[in-house]
């Protein structure tokens, strides 16, 4: 099959799946995740250089995706890839549509690793968020400059949480919605650490309403 071409058919998730490189599924949250390398994060990679940064200790460049490293950081890569396809939009809304955890959850998470690439990128997902109106879109960036240069409207769904850059940093000062890293746990938003790691029931980094979520520092 010519994943390329704009004449194949995407009537299954196997199809969607091999369009867009698949997708993560995490212990943590109540749905999937789709995701690129981190080192090819455009103002991550520059974070990365410098001390007391988030990326500094970035968790996506460490555990399981190092430790399984040749399965994964392929994966990553052909994901990557993946976004310059001309079906990669109609594929991902496929998926967004037909797979199960979506569909019960009513949520996604974009970039469990990863960032946006460019404006394209942005407005391809800010395009799948429009045809899926179901669905609740959170995407976590570091990409402050490309999110406040984006002239197009924000689909409502899709909750955009700028970064914080420095650990215990102030959140960014932004019109959407943003996260910051904290290292004392008293100043955590986000109790994930008390469950395992997992949400439970917990949906604040989806809920356009809650301003800032605070994690702590793993």
Same mark, same amino acid.
């Given at each position: 099959?010519?994943i390329?071409?704009?004449?194949?058919?995407?009537?299954?998730?196997?199809?969607?799946?091999?369009?867009?490189?698949?997708w993560?599924?995490?212990?943590?949250?109540?749905?999937?995740?789709?995701?690129?390398?981190?080192?090819?994060?455009?103002?991550?990679?520059?974070?990365?250089?410098?001390?007391?940064?988030?990326?500094?200790?970035?968790?996506?460049?460490?555990?399981?995706?190092?430790?399984?490293?040749?399965?994964?950081?392929?994966?990553?890569?052909?994901?990557?890839?993946? +976004? #310059?396809?001309? /079906?990669w939009? *109609?594929?991902?809304?496929?998926? !967004?549509?037909?797979? &199960?955890?979506?569909?019960?959850?009513?949520?996604?998470?974009?970039?469990?690793?990863?960032?946006?690439?460019?404006?394209?990128?942005?407005?391809?997902?800010?395009?799948?968020?429009?045809?899926?109106?179901? +669905? #609740?879109?959170? /995407?976590?960036t *570091?990409?402050?400059?490309?999110? !406040?240069?984006?002239? &197009?409207?924000?689909?409502?769904?899709?909750?955009?949480?700028?970064?914080?850059?420095?650990?215990?940093?102030?959140?960014?000062?932004?019109?959407?919605n943003?996260?910051?890293?904290?290292?004392?746990?008293?100043?955590?938003?986000?109790?994930?650490?008390?469950?395992?790691?997992?949400?439970?029931?917990?949906?604040?980094?989806?809920?356009?309403?809650?301003?800032?979520?605070?994690?702590f520092?793993?």
């Open positions: 099959m010519d390329q071409n704009n004449l194949v058919e995407i009537n299954t998730l196997k199809v969607a799946k091999e369009i867009v490189g698949g993560s599924v995490t212990s943590k949250m109540p749905t999937i995740s789709w995701s690129t390398p981190a080192q090819e994060c455009n103002t991550g990679s520059k974070l990365r250089k410098i001390k007391g940064t988030v990326c500094s200790d970035c968790y996506a460049m460490k555990g399981n995706y190092v430790r399984y490293k040749k399965n994964i950081l392929p994966a990553l890569y052909k994901r990557l890839e993946s +976004i #310059t396809n001309p /079906l939009v *109609k594929a991902m809304v496929f998926i !967004m549509k037909n797979q &199960k955890t979506v569909k019960d959850s009513g949520l996604f998470r974009w970039h469990d690793s990863g960032d946006i690439q460019g404006v394209e990128h942005l407005d391809k997902i800010c395009q799948i968020a429009y045809e899926t109106p179901e +669905i #609740t879109h959170w /995407l976590p *570091k990409e402050s400059n490309l999110v !406040m240069n984006y002239t &197009k409207p924000i689909p409502k769904n899709l909750v955009i949480r700028l970064s914080g850059s420095f650990v215990d940093g102030k959140p960014p000062i932004f019109r959407c943003t996260s910051t890293v904290v290292s004392d746990k008293d100043n955590a938003t986000c109790r994930a650490f008390e469950n395992e790691g997992k949400c439970g029931d917990c949906r604040q980094c989806w809920d356009s309403g809650v301003k800032n979520v605070s994690y520092k793993h």
